[in-house]
């Protein structure tokens, strides 16, 4: 919205063109969304223990984590609510690749939220019933894929690209639609897997959210795609707005859900911020690197298959516990501990990713 104002302004000042540049917006959003998160995060968890809308803490966990029991939840709200509202005030409004991913951020935590809601509110300690918060995935990331599939102007945006290797691409056509769901779907339920440590799961999708704002600007920029070889679809700069949003966001819950966390994400965040990273990988054909850059996230899915799979077959478990984060818990990792390691492997990760841009 305050592009269109800056655009009429310039009738009268050059100086408002400076609001044309992507990098200038984007910093923009990152404040934008940083100070809203800040400001208002107070006034929700004031809300949310007025409300007693706390956090129900399983007996079976680490023990650790019982004096976690009524911390406020649901905080995800606070961040969709600061990304939702920054990238409307920065964005271009008109690009398709902005709605798409703001769209699909607000209907992943729209199942989250009633998730929650059921939880939370309702005392129903089963939530939202899995079938039917994996239906209402499906849906929506099948909407998602399909239109991001019937809209695409060229073949190059429904190709997979393989990292580190310039000269293998793998045309999928009508696959474009079944990857685009598994990886939407799929990355939203690593993510909320992975929530479960206070700032476990936010600084990771930070860091993510970031390195594929810079992928999103170097692919949305004919010159820079062509010279380091990587698909160029016109139009998906315009996502690192939303990924600037993305950032400041979650560095503003972070500020309020670092250890000992003042509130929680809860799935109403951790379900959309996993869909909105799905999407935006999506859009500039990054999927293998999101796998590579989010592998804390692949790793706390895993952990989960791998157990299940284990307990239904042998009857005996991998881990101590699943997700992977309370099984080094139970050996006696202190919180903290565990939380920033995850960082720095993520941190190593994103690294790797970002290599791809050159190692060709």
């Known amino acids: 919205m305050l592009l269109l104002l800056a655009e009429y302004l310039q009738q009268f000042h050059k100086g408002f063109a400076v609001f044309q540049y992507l990098s200038l917006r984007g910093i923009l959003g990152v404040l934008t969304a940083l100070s809203l998160s800040l400001w208002l995060g107070p006034w929700m968890i004031r809300t949310l223990q007025m409300r007693q809308i706390g956090q129900a803490v399983r007996n079976d966990g680490p023990q650790s984590h019982l004096s976690k029991s009524g911390t406020p939840t649901m905080g995800g709200a606070l961040i ?8 409307l005030l920065w964005a271009d409004l008109s690009n398709r690749y902005v709605w798409v991913v703001l769209i699909i951020t607000l209907l ?5 939220w009633v998730d929650d809601y059921r939880k939370v509110i309702e005392k129903n300690s089963r939530g939202l019933p ?6 209402w995935q499906s849906v929506f990331g099948l909407c998602a894929a399909i239109f991001l599939y019937s809209t695409a102007p060229t073949s190059v945006e429904t190709t997979l690209i393989v990292p580190f290797l310039k000269d293998v691409t793998i045309p999928l056509g009508i696959g474009f639609v079944v990857l685009t769901y598994f990886v ?9 897997l992975t929530d479960g440590l206070d700032g476990l799961a936010i600084m990771p999708t930070v860091m993510v959210g970031g390195a594929l704002g810079i992928f999103c600007y170097l692919s949305g920029n004919v010159k820079f795609a062509e010279y380091l070889l990587i698909p160029y679809v016109p139009g998906s700069g315009e996502l690192i707005v939303f990924c600037g949003a ?12 670092t250890y000992p966390a003042q509130v929680f994400m809860g799935d109403v965040g951790a379900l959309a911020l996993g869909a909105a990273l799905g999407t935006i990988a999506v859009i500039v054909r990054q999927e293998i690197v999101l796998f590579i850059m989010g592998g804390v996230f692949v790793m706390e899915t895993l952990s989960v298959v791998i157990q299940v ?3 239904k077959l042998t009857g005996k478990r991998v881990f101590r516990m699943a997700p992977i984060h309370h099984h080094f818990e139970l050996k006696g990792w202190p919180e903290p501990r565990v939380i920033v390691r995850f960082w720095i492997i993520t941190v190593i990760l994103v690294l790797i990713g970002l290599a791809t841009l050159k190692l060709r």
């Open 80 to 87: 969709l609510s600061a990304i939702g509202i920054s990238t």
């Open 108 to 112: 992943f935590g729209a199942i989250g």
């Open 184 to 192: 939407i779907v799929g990355s939203s339920n690593a993510v909320n």
């Open 309 to 311: 799979a284990s307990f």
């Open 246 to 257: 993305l950032i400041g966001a979650g560095l503003g819950f972070l500020w309020f859900n």
């Open 130 to 135: 899995s079938r039917w918060k994996y239906f």
